[in-house]
């Protein structure tokens, strides 16, 4: 399968832990971008990423939230001290060039983290 | 910013019959508009996406259309099969431009009848 990889599909946390979220991009992308989904709504951007660079985090709330884009292994989105609002499914997609370039952009199938 | 509203939030069709889903964004300076659908469980799937230098785009039984003036553009499903049915969502860049971020309207679900 060349597509967007995305584990764990489904990731259980009770509040106060952590949730990791790993992603890796179609071969040969080196642009990555996180959203979210709550239910019924669409997608909501959250981080751009190239390689060792976060681009745009501006959908990315300020705390408990990074991401990272290693030069080696998959994108990470990282919630830390998790709370019952960070119930979602989390995309990742990539691209084979960033904006301006001609490429769209490809998305797994998520990871649908529940709090409990 | 860019703001983008989809119409409507559900549509029911009988099988053979088409479908259209319409949006409408804010920044004029949006070159590029992607349709995905997503089924139960699944990701976006892009299916057709278009940009500015043309009006329309066609893949077999699916047509993008696009109003720049209006800033509106409209996704055509001919001869709908239940297959068809997902939720289906516009899209266009965050910031205007060509590419980049997406900004996401909230989604049409789309019921086929057999």
């Known amino acids: 399968n060349a597509g967007v990889m995305q584990n764990p599909r489904h990731l259980v946390r009770r509040r106060g832990q952590e949730a990791r979220l790993r992603c890796s991009p179609m071969?040969?992308?080196?642009?990555v971008y996180w959203y979210r989904q709550l239910p019924e709504e669409g997608l909501k951007f959250m981080v751009y990423?190239?390689?060792?660079?976060?681009?745009?985090e501006s959908g990315m709330p300020k705390e408990r939230f990074s991401a990272e884009f290693p030069k080696e292994g998959p994108s990470i989105l990282r919630i830390q001290q998790v709370v019952r609002g960070d119930s979602a499914a989390y995309f990742c997609?990539?691209?084979?060039?960033?904006?301006?370039?001609?490429?769209?952009?490809?998305f797994g199938d998520g990871t649908r983290l529940s709090i409990l | 910013g860019e703001n983008v509203e989809q119409h409507p939030s559900t549509l029911s069709v009988q099988e053979g019959d088409s479908a259209v889903i319409k949006c409408t964004y804010s920044?004029?300076?949006?070159?590029?508009f992607p349709w995905y659908k997503q089924e139960l469980g699944k990701g976006p799937q892009l299916i057709i996406d278009?940009?500015?230098?043309?009006g329309e785009k066609k893949d077999q039984r699916i047509a993008v259309t696009l109003n720049k003036t209006a800033k509106h553009f409209s996704l055509h499903i001919t001869e709908t099969q239940p297959e068809d049915s997902a939720v289906y969502f516009c899209a266009t860049p965050l910031y205007g431009g060509s590419q980049g971020n997406l900004i996401f309207g909230k989604g049409t679900k789309l019921s086929v009848k057999p």
């Open positions: 997609a990539s691209s084979l060039q960033g904006p301006g370039g001609n490429q769209p952009q490809h």
């Open positions: 990423l190239q390689k060792e660079n976060i681009i745009d």
């Open positions: 278009i940009r500015s230098n043309v």
């Open positions: 920044d004029s300076a949006s070159n590029y």
């Open positions: 071969k040969g992308h080196s642009h």
